[in-house]
């Protein structure tokens, strides 16, 4: 990617329509997290991106990451979470089957697709310091 890219994505990654998280274990930015929110579909739903370094892989990051990701969507009434990644991402599919989404397997991806309950006083304070 080039710098305009990364410049123009992080001016507008912090809007009303998302929400993201990073993860910091070293005190450096390890994984970053977006929850990505379609409100023009009924019921809201949204996409999630989620990233972590590949030495910092398989450290629980990314299920934290994720973790989080859903709180926030529960906590704002998304009914549908979207995640896609490519056939070969195993990890990303585990991740996935780990948090009880349906996955729907196409030509070289996968679509998951996870239903957060209702918000709780549990899943506010999960967001708030998960």
Not at 56 to 78: C, F, P, V
Request: net charge negative; hydrophobic share 45%; aromatic share 10%.
């Amino acid at each position: 990617m080039s710098d305009a890219f990364v410049k123009d994505y992080a001016e507008h990654v912090l809007s009303l329509d998302a929400v993201a998280f990073g993860a910091f274990p070293d005190g450096k930015l390890r994984g970053v997290a977006e929850l990505r929110f379609l409100l023009k579909v009924w019921p809201w739903s949204a996409e999630v991106a989620l990233l972590v370094e590949p030495s910092w892989q398989d450290e629980g990051i990314g299920d934290a990451l994720l973790n989080r990701l859903i709180s926030a969507a529960q906590n704002r009434g998304i009914k549908k979470v979207h995640m896609q990644c490519l056939r070969e991402n195993m990890r990303m599919q585990s991740l996935a089957k780990k948090h009880d989404a349906v996955l729907d397997f196409d030509i070289g991806e996968v679509e998951a697709t996870l239903d957060p309950p209702w918000p709780t006083p549990m899943s506010v304070y999960a967001e708030l310091f998960g």
